[in-house]
């Protein structure tokens, strides 16, 4: 039996806002994009995960140190926009897909 990452508050963190969709690629059937925990309580930090619509096929996209939090799928489903603490420094980031291509886009202060 493979592991599942713990995932915050106990269940997935969709980006469903008022059925926007952007947890699925352009709002249609297809992948979810979330974020979770990769281990239990202090010791885990965000990645970013991409799962099929029946939960199957968990994905981790960044698996990095830092933090990465509060993804949204591009309109044409192609990228993924999400927030992290790379580098020491809140940003937005953005990456292909399937996790390539990470490039940060933005700097910010976290807030």
Avoid: C, Y
Avoid at 67 to 91: M, Y
């Amino acid at each position: 039996m493979s592991k599942v990452p713990f995932l915050a508050w106990g269940v997935a963190f969709l980006f469903l806002s008022a059925g926007s969709g952007d947890a699925k690629p352009g709002g249609k059937p297809g992948p979810i994009v979330l974020m979770a925990k990769d281990g239990p309580g202090e010791t885990g930090k965000f990645d970013i995960f991409v799962m099929g619509e029946d939960g199957s096929g968990l994905t981790n996209l960044t698996n990095h140190p830092d933090d990465d939090t509060t993804p949204v799928w591009s309109p044409d489903g192609k990228r993924i926009l999400f927030q992290s603490f790379r580098g020491g420094s809140w940003g937005i980031h953005v990456m292909d897909a399937n996790g390539k291509n990470v490039k940060k886009v933005v700097e910010t202060d976290g807030r």
